[in-house]
Structure formats: structure tokens, C-alpha cells
């Protein structure tokens, strides 16, 4: 007898199978076929779970029921959402997939997760991923992380700025070093290269990396304050680990890659012992797939694979991407407990400005470093005014200050001068535990 739907993917549960030995992937699943009022969400799952393992659209001798036990996809999850459309399935679905196919391998792990299952379906979303131990304890993650990070920088508490060198390209070394040198000045915390920034006519990474270190001891010199300099070295794969190796042989103490180099070439290079400086992963390509593949999946991936800091998306930004809930519970995904991975910095980004300091760190916490290109480099009294003004903007965050009030301090112009160009926020609230305004508590002025 055949059946529709097949025992070894469905009789399954969440708590039946091994978690030892199974990922776990989360999907939201949608799909609407105008005018047909049956449809088998279950046959369309059982195309996907073994798309994503050993299966095709026409079963061959060779794929027995022992194949299919040991290697295929199986449903441990299925919570429909209810529609009043009649032609719609709507559901959260949970596949476990069984890690003896492709053990340490993680180009072949995500064929499993994602890869020809989008195929199925126009409104097939990766929302998250459940690692068991014994793939955790296969990966390095960060070397550094936010512990390591602090510890190196002598930073304890606070978030940290960061300044994005503009424009992405077309500066000369020097041009670079100038810019770097006069935020230093301004006291901020670290500096990366844009991550369109490549080798070019006027300008390759080695001569830039040199030019750099050069202004940023004379800036330590003034400040007492060593500043990271993340250097942009994404290249092809096999040449990608030479230029870390380069760089941090001729100084570099910090690294940026590009998610088009590939997780596994982050992976490489995090477990490098040669190249032992933070990482900062930034978030390209990503944008592309946020449709398909949730921000917070990203985030899990690249920590486990080593990335230091990774870009964040907030909703504050001028790109909010996502919702604000997806932004943070990227950034916690960064920061959760996660077996013996340390954890990677949030940076919540793109288009940022000292006056939404007190959003970003009310939301994100302290453990974040917030980087700024525009936002900085923009202030009207130029670069060091640019850098100081994000350092005010934290310290009156830290110190429980409104950041107006802190900004009328005749020692803080710099943050005074940003509001004055850039505004700030104050971040509406959502009444949620009383019914009615009329039942919101007063506040007595005394």
C-alpha cells in the first residue's frame, strides 16, 4: 500500500527525536492557490524535507526506507495560522535534519536548510536554526568576542563608536590615515574601512594598513588611547588567508570581511592560529536574502564561524530592513548563551546619528558598538567634532542624563552642535498593560 504522506518524514516530534543529532530549521510557510479550496500543505512539506536531504520528485529503487530513516528530512513541527481564505495555507513549520550527512561540512549543511527548498514555495522564510552540540563543538566562533574585546581596549561598561571611512573608495592611503587620525583625535573607539573598500589604482591594503597605523600611533601618542583599525582584505578564497596573514604580520589588529567571501572562509580564517585579531563581519549580500533567510539565522551563523562584531540592523536606522523586533532579536542572538561560543558584538547601523544614542543603547544594551560614516564624519566643526560628539552622546546615556540637558554643558559643543544638525529622537512607548489612557498612571511634579 502507498501512502500520500510518508511515516518516516511525518511520525515525528520535536521532543521523539535526537537533538544531539539533528538542526532543527524554522520556517514560515504561506501559499494561496486562488480558486482551490484543497490543499495538501502536508504533500508540499513532504517535497521540501526531502529536497533537503535525499529525495527528488520521482523515487528511485536505491532510496529505501533505511536511506530515508538515517539521512532524510523529517517534520517535527507544524502550527498552522489560521486564515478566513479559504484558498490560503498559512503555518510555522519545523523540519529536523540529521547531521550524518554532511558531519563537518558547512557549504553542505546549508544545501540542507537553504537551498533548493525556496523553490517550493514564493512565501518560504528561514526564520531560525537549532544547533546541536555536536555541531557546536565542531566550530571555533569568535576569538576575542565581547569579552576579549573589552579586556584588549581596556573598555569595561560602555558602548563603543566606531567611524566608517568614507567615501567607500578613491581615497589614497594617506587621505585614509588623515581621516582615521582626526577621529582618533576625537576619541573614538575604533575605525573600519568601508566594505567596498579594495585594492584600486591609488590605493592597495598593505600601503593603506601602513599609513594607518602611522597616524594612529602619533594620535595615541596625544590621546593615550589605542584606537582598532578594522582593514578591509575580502578577496578570493585562495587568496583571502594570505592577505590576513600579510596584514597582521605588518601590524593590523583588526580585520574586515564581507559575507560574499563566505561563511566558510570566515570560518578559516577565525580558526586561523596566524591571524589572532578581532574580526568584524559585515553584512553584504545579506539585504539580498533577508526575504528568504531571517537576520537572526545570519547572526547565528557568522557567530559560530567567528566573527568578533557583525552590522545589525535597527529600526532607527535610515534602512530599516526589518522590523524592530527582528533587529534586536538579532542582536540577541549575538549575545545568548550558546555552548562554549563567545559572544559577537551587536552593531546596530546605517545612518546613524548622536542623537539616536539613547534609543540604540536603551534598546541594544552596552554591549554594542555603534558605527557611523555620515553621522560622523558630517558634523558641521568637521571630523573630531564628528568623533567627540558620539563619545558625549554615550557618556550622557551612561550617566543617565537626557541627552539635550548633557548636550547644554558648555564641555559637550560637540553633541550640542550634532543635535542642532541632526535632531534626536525620543522613542515613542506602547501602553500595553492598561486598557485605556485614562488608566495610565500619573507622575506628581514635586
Known amino acids: 500500500m502507498e501512502r500520500y504522506h510518508l511515516p518516516e518524514i511525518f511520525l515525528n516530534t520535536l521532543d521523539g527525536i535526537d537533538l544531539k543529532t539533528h538542526i532543527v530549521a524554522t520556517y514560515y510557510l504561506k501559499d494561496r492557490l486562488e480558486g482551490v479550496e484543497f490543499i495538501d500543505h502536508f504533500e508540499l512539506l513532504q517535497a521540501i524535507a526531502l529536497e533537503g536531504s535525499t529525495g527528488t520528485w520521482e523515487k528511485v529503487e536505491e532510496d529505501t526506507l533505511q536511506v530515508r530513516q538515517k539521512l532524510s528530512g523529517k517534520l517535527v513541527g507544524y502550527y498552522e495560522i489560521p486564515t478566513e481564505d479559504k484558498y490560503t495555507r498559512e503555518a510555522v513549520v519545523q523540519f529536523a535534519f540529521p547531521i550524518y550527512a554532511w558531519t563537518d561540512n558547512l557549504p553542505m549543511m546549508l544545501l540542507s536548510i537553504a537551498g533548493n527548498c525556496f523553490a517550493y514555495s514564493q512565501n518560504l522564510r528561514l526564520l531560525d536554526i537549532f544547533l546541536p552540540s555536536e555541531i557546536l563543538d565542531k566550530f571555533c566562533g569568535p576569538k576575542f568576542g565581547v569579552e576579549g574585546i573589552r579586556k584588549i581596549t581596556g573598555v569595561a561598561e560602555r558602548p563603543f563608536s566606531l567611524h ?24 573614538v573607539d575604533m575605525a573600519k574601512d568601508d566594505e567596498m573598500t579594495s585594492d584600486v589604482y591609488n590605493n592597495t591594503y598593505l600601503d593603506r594598513l601602513d599609513a594607518v597605523l602611522e597616524k594612529l600611533y602619533k594620535a595615541e601618542k596625544q590621546t593615550g588611547k589605542k584606537v582598532i583599525y578594522f582593514l578591509s582584505i575580502t578577496h578570493e578564497p585562495d587568496k583571502i588567508v594570505e592577505r590576513a596573514r600579510k596584514a597582521v ?57 567567528g ?16 522590523s524592530m523586533e527582528e533587529g534586536l532579536r538579532t542582536a540577541h542572538v549575538k549575545l545568548a548563551p550558546l555552548g562554549k561560543i563567545k559572544q559577537t558584538f551587536p552593531m546596530p547601523c546605517a545612518g546613524v546619528y548622536p542623537g539616536l544614542a539613547p534609543v540604540i543603547i536603551g534598546e541594544y544594551g552596552t554591549d554594542i558598538v555603534i558605527p557611523a560614516g555620515g553621522g560622523m564624519l558630517g558634523h558641521p566643526d568637521g571630523y573630531t567634532a564628528g568623533a567627540a560628539a558620539w563619545q558625549q552622546a554615550i557618556s550622557a546615556v551612561m550617566e543617565g542624563v537626557h541627552i539635550v540637558e548633557y548636550a547644554k554643558r558648555p564641555e559637550n559643543r560637540a553633541l550640542r552642535r550634532a543635535i542642532e544638525k541632526w535632531g534626536y529622537i525620543e522613542r515613542p512607548k506602547t501602553p500595553w498593560l492598561r486598557v485605556a489612557p485614562q488608566f495610565h498612571p500619573k507622575r506628581m511634579e514635586i
Open 164 to 187: 566608517i571611512i568614507k567615501p567607500k573608495m578613491g581615497m589614497t592611503p594617506k587621505q585614509v590615515a588623515n581621516q582615521v587620525y582626526q577621529t582618533a583625535l576625537g576619541g
Open 307 to 322: 566573527a568578533d562584531l557583525m552590522l545589525t540592523p535597527t529600526y532607527w536606522s535610515s534602512i530599516p530592513m526589518v
Open 249 to 305: 604580520k605588518n601590524g593590523a589588529n583588526g580585520l574586515l570581511i564581507t559575507y560574499s567571501a563566505g561563511l566558510p572562509v570566515l570560518r578559516q580564517i577565525a580558526s586561523d592560529p596566524k591571524i589572532n585579531v578581532p574580526i568584524l563581519w559585515h553584512a553584504s549580500h545579506m539585504i539580498a536574502a533577508q526575504p528568504r533567510i531571517s537576520w537572526p539565522v545570519f547572526a547565528k551563523l557568522a557567530r559560530v564561524c
